[in-house]
Nanobody
Framework: QVQLQESGPGLVKPSQTLSLTCTVS??????????WSWIRQPPGKGLEWMGA???????YYSPSLKSRTSISRDTSKNQFTLQLSSVTPEDTAVYYC?????WGQGTQVTVSS
């Protein structure tokens, strides 16, 4: 069974870059037709899809976040990473990694000075 686990700092200062890693176990980021996404949920709001990296390595981003978002992967570690630049308090959210029906437990990231 595929398991996903997010990791990264829980507090980021405004204007800095948020970096999160998702470690995949029980599966591979190169498995055909799997897409590996980052999704977030700000407090009191709904889920927001941020972007994804495909099994092929191709990346896809939400138009509203594309200018600040980068998703990459390390196939040797079976991990994929989110970087969100120039963060503001509005980027405070629970961040999830996801693929198909598999979700990480989520990690709280707060943007504050």
């Amino acid at each position: 069974q595929v398991q996903l686990q997010e990791s990264g700092p829980g507090l980021v200062k405004p204007s800095q870059t948020l970096s999160l890693t998702c470690t995949v176990s029980g599966g591979s980021t190169t498995t055909n037709y799997y897409y590996w996404s980052w999704i977030r949920q700000p407090p009191g709001k709904g889920l927001e899809w941020m972007g994804a990296i495909a099994y092929s390595g191709s990346t896809y981003y939400s138009p509203s976040l594309k200018s600040r978002t980068s998703i990459s992967r390390d196939t040797s570690k079976n991990q994929f990473t989110l970087q969100l630049s120039s963060v503001t308090p509005e980027d405070t959210a629970v961040y999830y990694c996801q693929s198909h029906s598999y979700w990480g437990q989520g990690t709280q990231v707060t943007v504050s000075s």
